[in-house]
C-alpha cells in the first residue's frame, strides 16, 4: 500500500477525496478449486462509495496468488527467479535443459501456473544442484557454448561447497543444515566445540583434521577454504540428508553444541574461544593482529575440556551455560 496515492476521485461526490481501505471475505476460484479470500477494497472516507485506486487491485491478485500457491504447495514466481540466479543461467537456456517448451520458463515467470509435477520439479530444482546436474547432462548439447559454460561453472561452484569426502565435511554439512545462521567464522567455532565436546560426552575423537589458532580463534583450514566465498555473510549450502553418514550419538554431540553455542555470532565465539586455554597456549608469542598458524591439538583440546566438565559438568545445558558465563566474566 505504500505505493498508493493519498486521494483518488470519488465518482458519487465528484471530486478528490481521501479513502480507507477495508478487507471483504469474497470467494474465488484457483486451479479450479474455490477459496475465501481477504480482498482489500477502498471506501471514499466522505460518502462510504467504493472508490478505484491504482495497484490496489494488482496487490489483491498477487496476494492472493501467492497465498493458493503456497496452499497448494506450488512453487512461487520469485522461486523461480530465485533459479535463474542461482544458476547464473537466462529464461530459455532454462527450458532448455530441462527440457520444457521455449517459452516455458518466461510463460511461468509472467504468472502463468505450471502442472504440479513441473512445480515440483522447479522446487527440487532450486533446491539442489544435483537434480540440475540430471538435466543438465542430458540436455547440455542443446545449449550455446556461452549459456553452457556459465552453468558448468554454478554446478561446479555448487559441487564444491556441497560433497564431503571426510567426517569434518560431514560435521560441517550437518551443522549448515541446521537451523541456525553461521558464518565461515561462526562454523570454524562450532567444529572446535564439536571436536572438544565428542571427546567429553562420547570419549571420542570423531575428526582428525588440523585445527590452527589463528588470531581469530579455532581454524580447520581445510574447511575454512571450502567456505570462504562466501565471506562474512552466512554460509548456504543446499539440503542434504547426512542421517547415514553421522552415527545417531555424533548428531546428538552435534544438535547438543549447536543449541548452546550457535546462538551466539562468530565475534562472541571467537571472544570465548579466545579465554580458553587451547587456542591461548597455542598462540602465544604472537601479537594480536599477528598471523599465526600454530596447531591446536586434540590433546590441549581433549584435556582443557575434560577438566572444564569436571568443574561444570559439560554434558548438562545449565552446566555449559554456567561455563559460558564463567568465561566471559573473567574478560
Ligand atoms: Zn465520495
Redesign the pocket.
Known amino acids: 500500500m505504500d505505493n498508493c496515492l493519498d486521494k483518488v476521485l470519488?465518482t458519487?461526490?465528484r471530486s478528490v477525496?481521501s479513502y480507507e481501505v477495508h478487507t471483504e471475505q469474497c470467494m474465488r476460484a484457483w486451479n479450479g478449486k474455490q477459496y475465501t479470500f481477504n480482498k482489500r477494497i477502498a471506501v471514499?472516507s466522505?460518502?462510504?462509495?467504493q472508490?478505484t485506486v491504482p495497484g490496489l487491485n494488482d496487490l489483491n491478485e498477487s496476494e492472493f496468488e501467492i497465498k493458493c500457491r503456497e496452499e497448494n504447495d506450488y512453487i512461487q514466481v520469485y522461486e523461480i527467479q530465485d533459479i535463474l540466479i542461482k544458476y547464473d543461467v537466462e529464461k530459455r537456456p532454462l527450458s532448455r535443459v530441462l527440457g520444457l517448451g521455449e517459452h516455458t520458463i518466461e510463460n511461468y515467470l509472467k504468472g502463468q501456473l505450471p502442472s504440479k509435477r513441473y512445480s515440483d520439479m522447479l522446487r527440487r530444482v532450486l533446491e539442489s544442484y544435483k537434480y540440475l546436474q540430471q538435466y543438465y547432462s542430458a540436455n547440455r548439447d542443446k545449449l550455446n557454448k556461452l549459456a553452457s559454460e556459465k552453468i558448468d561453472n554454478k554446478l561446479k561452484y555448487y559441487e564444491s561447497i556441497n560433497s564431503c569426502d571426510s567426517a569434518i565435511e560431514y560435521v560441517a554439512l550437518y551443522i549448515l543444515n541446521s537451523k541456525y545462521e553461521i558464518t565461515n567464522m561462526s562454523l570454524q567455532k562450532l567444529l572446535y566445540y564439536v571436536e572438544a565436546f565428542a571427546e567429553v560426552l562420547l570419549k571420542k575423537r570423531i575428526f582428525v583434521n588440523r585445527c590452527e589458532a589463528w588470531m581469530y580463534g579455532p581454524v580447520y583450514p581445510e574447511i575454512y577454504e571450502k567456505y570462504k566465498t562466501f565471506g562474512s555473510s552466512q554460509i548456504q549450502v543446499d539440503k542434504t540428508d547426512l542421517s547415514d553418514r553421522l552415527s545417531s550419538g555424533v548428531c546428538k554431540v552435534i544438535d547438543f553444541v549447536l543449541s548452546q553455542f550457535a546462538i551466539y555470532n562468530g565475534v562472541t565465539l571467537k571472544d570465548l574461544s579466545h579465554s580458553e586455554e587451547p587456542w591461548k597456549n597455542a598462540h602465544k608469542g604472537y601479537g594480536e593482529k599477528e598471523h599465526c598458524r600454530e596447531i591446536i591439538t586434540h590433546d590441549a583440546i581433549s584435556e582443557y575440556f575434560n577438566k572444564m566438565n569436571e568443574k561444570f559438568d559439560l554434558s548438562t545445558e545449565s552446566g555449559v551455560k554456567n561455563y559460558i558465563d564463567a568465561l566471559l566474566w573473567q574478560k
Open positions: 470519488c458519487e461526490c477525496q471514499c466522505n460518502c462510504g462509495h472508490v
